[in-house]
């Protein structure tokens, strides 16, 4: 089984292709496998990894929280790409994964070719903070206490999930077989190390201001929480571009994989043959922009 190790941990990848590389990291409760679509997909003009998280088998599963954070799974990436001999990608994330991207590209921005983002949001209002802390909380102790069967209940009628089930139940059933066979221990350690830990993006708009890395923003239009960091996103990145994809919820990625495939597709077509261009400055209007603070 191929490895690469970052920090002292061992991180299990796959890859298929060859060209340009594109770097996919999962959301909280998928895993590399979230990206078979998009593997099959592009793996034929490019050079695809997916790769699993520190605390996600067949990953390694550090015991303790503090080897959890955020700036460690963004390092984590950069590790990854290193150890792999890739040193630009394009990066995608979902959800968690997206958060990891968009530090990637703040952290590493000469390393990033393009970042795509898909449902990024959970704990991104400040002023929602003490709520998204205390569900954070209690979601970890399910974990402890009861493992991933009780951890799992709630996601089967979670607002931005239930889209999945309604259009493709074959796709959520496989969700759940997925999510059954990663590690309570790696999942509560990730709920209190990196998700609990992170700072809100909604309080990053002068640093995402001076991200000059084509970034390109995916949202399904019933993912509530995501919806309003995509606007910030757009509103606050000139090198952002916004897409909404109608009647779909949080993994847009896996519930609607053509649509996502195309206009991710379109995106880095644009970044390769060099005819992206950041957004127009004439085209903002004060009055509806994020403040810079």
Excluded at 23 to 34: I, K, Q, T, Y
Excluded at 74 to 79: E, G, K, L, P, W
Excluded at 228 to 248: H, S
Excluded at 250 to 269: C, K
Aim: aromatic residues 10%.
């Amino acid at each position: 089984m191929p490895y690469a190790e970052s920090k002292g941990v061992q991180l299990y990848y796959e890859e298929s292709g060859q060209g340009m590389p594109i770097v996919f990291v999962h959301e909280f409760s998928g895993d590399f496998r979230s990206w078979e679509a998009q593997m099959r997909h592009f793996s034929r003009r490019y050079r695809c990894v997916a790769f699993n998280a520190r605390g996600y088998p067949p990953s390694e599963v550090p015991a303790a929280a503090a080897q959890y954070s955020h700036t460690l799974a963004t390092d984590d990436i950069a590790n990854l790409m290193r150890r792999l001999g890739i040193g630009r990608a394009h990066v995608i994330g979902c959800s968690m994964g997206a958060y990891s991207t968009l530090q990637f590209g703040l952290r590493y921005p000469r390393r990033a070719l393009s970042l795509t983002v898909v449902g990024a949001g959970a704990g991104s209002n400040p002023a929602r903070r003490a709520e998204f802390l205390k569900a954070s909380a209690a979601t970890a102790r399910r974990f402890d206490e009861g493992g991933l069967a009780a951890a799992m209940k709630p996601y089967r009628t979670a607002s931005n999930r239930i889209q999945l089930e309604n259009k493709d139940p074959r796709a959520f059933r496989e969700f759940f077989v997925r999510f059954a066979g990663h590690s309570a221990l790696g999942h509560a350690n990730t709920i209190r190390g990196v998700q609990m830990r992170r700072p809100p993006l909604q309080g990053m708009a002068r640093r995402f201001a001076q991200l000059k890395v084509p970034l390109l923003v995916v949202v399904g239009d019933e993912d509530e929480s995501s919806l309003a960091t995509g606007l910030f996103l757009k509103r606050a990145c000139p090198a952002a571009r916004l897409a909404i994809a109608p009647a779909t919820g949080h993994v847009v990625n896996v519930e609607e994989p053509e649509l996502f495939n195309r206009i991710t597709a379109d995106f880095l077509n644009l970044v390769d043959s060099g005819r992206w261009r950041p957004r127009d400055p004439r085209s903002y209007n004060p009055s509806t922009m994020a403040r810079k603070a």
